[in-house]
């Protein structure tokens, strides 16, 4: 399994850091709104609007909260300008990070992510330093309990899907992003729930970590997610499950 899908999966398991309400809500409150401003207040014209308000209403915000979080991106009520950064760097032996930010306030938060960085044994790096690992994708995880292999891989083959991979316990399932929102719609067709689905940065390689090291990334990880002006965090490391679980209790 690789080091993404184990993450994901462990984490959502044990009710980790983004399975805090509070957090999903802000993180999700923070994208509606700059989606709005970049793309406008309507879901039928604005695609990643649209794939935003189902994540929102996957976890249950209410319809209002959602609305104010449009109508403050659309200018029809005041709200913050969020300004969206990605920095890049690297976590303990070697592992690429990309961190993807929505904030207020750039000189806090590049501050605040390099001193949680240093203090974990990672460091800042400068633009495209590791981006150039990594793969922009539609990402879907399904569990194979409710699955059909051949009716899955032929749904999602015919909705566009660039491939599905059997990691273990799951199915992997790449696309384009451009293919993502009906690929993913595929996969409910089929009255399987996805235990994760995104447009993901994945890695083309791994960095295996063990020991003092795993455990480090691991902890770097949750501190990173848990930060209020971070969205997502991607990583090529590959730990085994065993030390995940055993660093996140």
Do not use: C
Not at 78 to 92: A, F, K, L, R
Not at 187 to 213: F, W
């Amino acid at each position: 399994m690789s080091g993404h899908s184990k993450w994901h999966t462990i984490k959502h398991k044990k009710g980790a850091a983004d399975a805090k309400r509070g957090k999903v809500f802000t993180r999700i409150i923070k994208e509606l709104t700059v989606a709005a401003r970049s793309g406008g207040g309507d879901a039928a014209t604005n695609p990643r609007l649209r794939t935003i308000i189902a994540d929102a209403k996957s976890v249950n915000m209410p319809a209002d909260n959602i609305k104010k979080a449009i109508q403050r991106g659309t200018g029809e009520l005041p709200g913050v300008n969020y300004e969206e950064i990605t920095y890049e760097g690297y976590g303990p032996g070697g592992a690429a990070l990309i961190i993807e930010t929505m904030t207020d306030n750039k000189n806090r938060t590049v501050g605040e992510l390099r001193h949680l960085l240093e203090k974990h044994n990672g460091n800042l790096g400068a633009s495209n330093s590791v981006a150039w690992m990594f793969v922009k994708k539609g990402y879907v995880v399904v569990d194979k309990t409710p699955a059909n292999e051949e009716t899955l891989l032929n749904a999602v083959l015919d909705a566009g899907a660039d491939d599905m991979r059997d990691d273990g316990d799951s199915w992997e399932i790449v696309s384009d992003p451009s293919a993502f929102e009906t690929v993913k719609e595929a996969v409910k067709g089929l009255s399987i729930e996805p235990a994760t689905a995104q447009v993901a940065m994945l890695p083309q390689n791994y960095v295996k970590l063990e020991g003092k090291e795993a455990s480090q990334m691991v902890k770097l990880m949750s501190v990173l997610e848990d930060h209020d002006d971070v969205q997502h965090v991607w990583s090529n490391f590959d730990i085994e499950e065993k030390e995940i679980e055993a660093s996140l209790t």
